[in-house]
């Protein structure tokens, strides 16, 4: 997908950019891409001297006198590699993306300002701690520092779109985690509509089948509850509209893996966490990676949001700590009756309750404007879209608009001690919905539930009817209450988006769960030697045998007893099976045939019953339905409706592997060479702008294409399931902190450090990632002096 329609609207901007010989080759020094690494720099709002010392990845190490001067230098390093993405990011939480890339950004404008993520972050920000406050306005300090320093040196990416930075705010810090929270919750959305349909076409009883974890009783479907096609169809093109936000690498915040073994079952004697987090690729990647120190006071390294000041993801020097996705139910769709007679009014406990209307400006490039209402009930923001229905809508109820403050929660993360300062720092944190896991130099290990989860009536993903409060929803699960596991028995803890609790857990979570492919196989690996060492964690994160083959696999072998039902391809297809280990390596050809076995099996199995439903099934949705048939043995989605006899299981597999086999030959010919899954399976860190081919020959602004292995079902993933075989999404990020030593930690990040095209930092990790190496993490000040490439100081101006 394109960042912009229009080329024209940027053709001025690279013309200019060529005429004036600013378009450097990515071998440019540093100094000619607007970063200095060397040397020193004056910066307004610094007190005391800053030393910032970069490895030969290019991560910063911060070393600074006081919080203040340590957080001005943050935001100004930040905007050193990362002003452009800053800018987008920003952008995306206040919709205004249509300024820089045109008209085809308004309904993504609209859709983001109807979150209204900004009135929360005012919020927050009101009731925030002076402290805290003091180290965002010192970030957004050395932002602008930055920022006015550099105006004449933008990175190219503003001169190419022809607009500079408007200041930072705390505002803009805020907002992003509002964003954040979004992104992590959102993936529930469109399954609520699909769930609606799916239940109005097919019955409770046979829909229950294909929606996870789903308890139906007779609250779900009410006599006479119906929602007009055409109001589903606009709220899902509205909700759809803020997926264009993902070809900007900006979207969406997918899955993960964690894990943190007890120092009983490690080598050294001292616990060591894993945590891999699935985003979006893109180039630049979404982490920047920094290591901030005041001596005596705060020393924390790992991953931050560019434009956010704290460590999301990391260590200090007594605690470790990584995230998954809880893959909390936090948004719910309610159809709400409105009045005929004025459309801005809805039936609410049998009154007729007035709507609040707020105009949106949304200013388009080109000097344009366009002008929209957004209309918001009780419970948030009308999707429905713009256009007239006469007597209903639906809005939006989402976790993201409640009290919450996961900046103050980060900011103490950062500073625990232990595990009860981890606990309570997690308390405010409830708009992003995480399962938290925890390592210290004490031995302890954990994993922590921090998240807001609504409390509500109706479980499971499905519009809900607005007339009454019977279904809104009665508060939050309190927080002493959230699962956790500290120091369990078996000497580990571990998640995966799997399913978070058992039944007899009293509150509802979540119906939308990832199936466990991949916490089955991290489990398995954990529990195969008693003692781990650092290369057992290294072999774990970067696995790649499939869960999902080894149950399915059996099935299709059987059809050896039917060879005189195969072809002599077939056959061939079926003896390459049959010596697979279930390793989705990019030099087999079993991963190919098994991953278009997979999508026939899919189709045939619920294509002929759901129909036009089909092309929307959500992912998860149709994964658990093929785990459960596989795992129960449950057929009843089995038989093709539209042919005799009534099919079997055996008989599915037969046509899905004869299926399968036959599109890979109609696809890639022949020529079995052309099958291995690397040749089919690759991947392209891709810049925002690098559509546009004169760009990306200029600036290289997107690396080179690659084979990968893997799948969306291996703990070490590489998602390609909605466009293909090019790959999307998977681990934004690799950590394996070791708390036996913190300079024996290891990481790596899928590109590399700077966002500055032609900086040598840029993609410059690439190779090392999907080698499935790792950089040492240095931690001691003595560790990070020996592994310094450049030395830069911050000065105080005079």
Request: charged share 25%; aromatic share 12%.
């Amino acid at each position: 997908m394109k960042a912009f329609g229009n080329i024209s609207l940027i053709l001025p901007g690279v013309l200019l950019f060529l005429v004036l010989g600013e378009a450097e080759s990515p071998q440019s020094k540093n100094s000619k891409t607007g970063t200095s690494y060397e040397g020193e720099v004056s910066v307004a709002g610094i007190s005391e001297s800053v030393t910032v010392f970069r490895d030969g990845r290019g991560m910063p190490h911060i070393y600074a006198g006081n919080e203040h001067d340590l957080y001005v230098a943050v935001g100004y390093i930040s905007a050193q590699e990362r002003l452009w993405q800053m800018d987008l990011i920003r952008r995306s939480t206040t919709g205004r993306l249509s300024e820089i890339f045109g008209k085809s950004y308004i309904q993504a404008d609209l859709f983001m300002r109807s979150l209204d993520i900004i009135s929360k972050a005012k919020a927050v920000l009101r009731d925030e701690d002076p402290e805290i406050i003091d180290c965002l306005q010192a970030f957004a300090d050395g932002v602008n520092a930055y920022i006015r320093s550099g105006c004449d040196k933008l990175p190219a990416e503003f001169r190419i779109l022809s607009y500079k930075p408007d200041p930072w705010k705390l505002e803009d810090i805020a907002c992003i985690i509002g964003l954040m929270g979004w992104q992590l919750g959102s993936m529930n959305l469109k399954s609520e509509i699909f769930h609606y349909r799916l239940v109005n076409k097919l019955g409770i009883e046979k829909a229950i089948h294909l929606i996870p974890d789903w308890k139906a009783n007779d609250e779900v479907v009410y006599p006479g509850f119906k929602i007009d096609e055409s109001l589903l169809g606009g709220a899902e093109s509205f909700i759809n509209s803020a997926g264009k936000m993902e070809s900007l690498g900006i979207l969406p915040f997918s899955a993960s893996n964690n894990w943190a073994v007890s120092g009983t079952r490690t080598e050294s004697g001292s616990p060591v966490l894993s945590n891999d987090m699935h985003l979006t690729f893109g180039a630049p990647g979404i982490w920047l990676q920094m290591h901030q120190v005041v001596p005596g006071k705060i020393n924390v390294t790992g991953a931050l949001i560019p434009g956010e000041p704290f460590i999301i993801a990391g260590h200090n020097e007594k605690i470790a700590w990584g995230m998954t996705n809880l893959m909390v139910d936090g948004i719910d769709l309610f159809r709400e009756t409105t009045n005929p007679e004025n459309f801005n009014q809805y039936l609410f406990n049998g009154e007729w309750k007035q709507m609040e209307l707020r105009e949106e400006i949304i200013r388009i490039r080109g000097g344009r404007q366009d002008t929209s209402v957004i209309r918001f009930t009780h419970r948030g923001p009308v999707i429905s879209g713009f256009q007239n229905v006469d007597d209903a809508a639906l809005s939006m109820r989402w976790s993201g608009t409640d009290t919450s403050d996961e900046i103050k929660a980060v900011y103490l993360v950062n500073r625990a001690e232990g595990w009860q300062d981890f606990r309570n720092a997690l308390s405010t944190f409830r708009t992003i919905s995480q399962n938290f896991v925890y390592a210290d130099t004490d031995g302890n290990i954990g994993l922590m539930t921090g998240g807001g989860i609504p409390v509500k009536k109706l479980n499971g993903n499905m519009v809900r009817a607005g007339e009454t409060d019977e279904f809104d929803w009665k508060g939050y699960i309190p927080f002493n209450e959230l699962p956790y596991s500290f120091n369990p028995e078996r000497g580990y803890v571990s998640s995966a988006n799997n399913k978070t609790v058992s039944e007899d857990y009293p509150y509802y979570i979540s119906a939308g769960y990832v199936v466990p492919y991949r916490i089955n196989r991290i489990r398995q690996m954990l529990d195969s030697k008693e003692i781990h060492g650092m290369e057992d964690f290294k072999r774990m994160i970067l696995d790649q045998r499939s869960d999902m083959a080894a149950m399915i696999m059996p099935f299709i072998l059987k059809l050896k007893g039917r060879s005189e039902d195969l072809t002599i391809a077939e056959r061939a297809a079926l003896e390459t099976l049959s010596d697979w280990d279930y390793e989705m390596k990019p030099d087999l050809i079993a991963p190919s045939l098994f991953e278009f076995f997979r999508i026939s099996l899919r189709k045939n199995l619920l294509a002929d019953e759901l129909g036009d439903l089909f092309g929307q099934l959500y992912f998860i949705d149709g994964e658990y339905f093929i785990y459960r048939l596989f795992k129960t043995g449950d057929t009843g989605w089995v038989d093709n409706v539209n042919t005799e006899p009534v099919e079997t299981l055996d008989e599915i597999v037969l046509q899905s592997f004869k299926d399968g086999v036959s599109a890979i030959t109609d696809k890639y010919g022949h020529n079995t060479e052309k099958w291995e899954w690397g040749k089919i399976h690759t991947i392209t860190f891709a810049h925002p702008l690098g559509s546009v081919r004169i760009l990306d020959n200029i600036f290289h602004l997107n690396s080179g294409e690659y084979s990968v292995g893997g799948s969306d079902h291996t703990v070490s993933p590489f998602f390609s399931f909605e466009h293909g075989f090019k790959v999307e999404h998977g681990a934004s990020e690799r950590f394996i902190f070791n708390t036996a030593d913190w300079d024996e930690s290891l990481t790596v990040l899928p590109t590399g450090e700077s966002g500055i095209p032609g900086s040598e930092f840029y993609l410059s990790q690439v190779d090392a990632y999907l080698g499935g190496k790792f950089y040492k993490d240095a931690y001691s000040e003595k560790a990070v002096k020996a592994a310094a490439k450049y030395t830069l100081k911050l000065l105080a101006e005079h």
